[in-house]
């Protein structure tokens, strides 16, 4: 199995800066696609960013220009640097990624998330 731990969450005022960061370990052999997802409050889990294993990245229309999603494939990791951040910003973060496994000689692909890591902005 594959665990994601996030951390670097917490509580910033409007206009400051965050760093989260998203490890996978476990049964790791690779992994493809990782992102990050946030859910406010009543709201559905929305994506914010995605890299590809590549290096190739997507961005919500709403922080584009503000967040930056980078990764490090040699330690499995995913960070998100949020600049500029607003209230609406405010909700749980949540890491994703896409990891294959191997089950003998079998490779698996699941889709694993982690626990996820409160980010508030304070006004």
């Known amino acids: 199995q594959v665990q994601l731990v996030e951390s670097g969450g917490g509580l910033v005022q409007a206009g400051g800066s965050l760093r989260l960061s998203c490890s996978a370990s476990?049964?790791?052999?690779?992994?493809?696609?990782m992102g990050w997802y946030r859910q406010a409050p009543g709201n559905q889990r929305d994506v914010v960013a995605t890299?590809?294993?590549?290096?190739?990245?997507t961005y919500a229309d709403s922080v584009k220009g503000r967040f930056t999603i980078s990764r490090d494939n040699a330690k499995n990791t995913v960070y998100l640097q949020m600049n500029s951040l607003k209230l609406e910003d405010t909700a749980v973060y949540y890491c994703?990624?896409?990891?294959?496994?191997?089950?003998?000689?079998?490779?698996?692909?699941?889709?694993?998330w982690g626990q996820g890591t409160q980010v508030t902005v304070s006004s």
């Open positions: 994703n990624a896409d990891a294959w496994t191997v089950a003998g000689t079998i490779p698996i692909l699941g889709h694993y």
């Open positions: 476990g049964s790791v052999f690779n992994i493809d696609d």
């Open positions: 890299i590809t294993s590549g290096g190739s990245t």
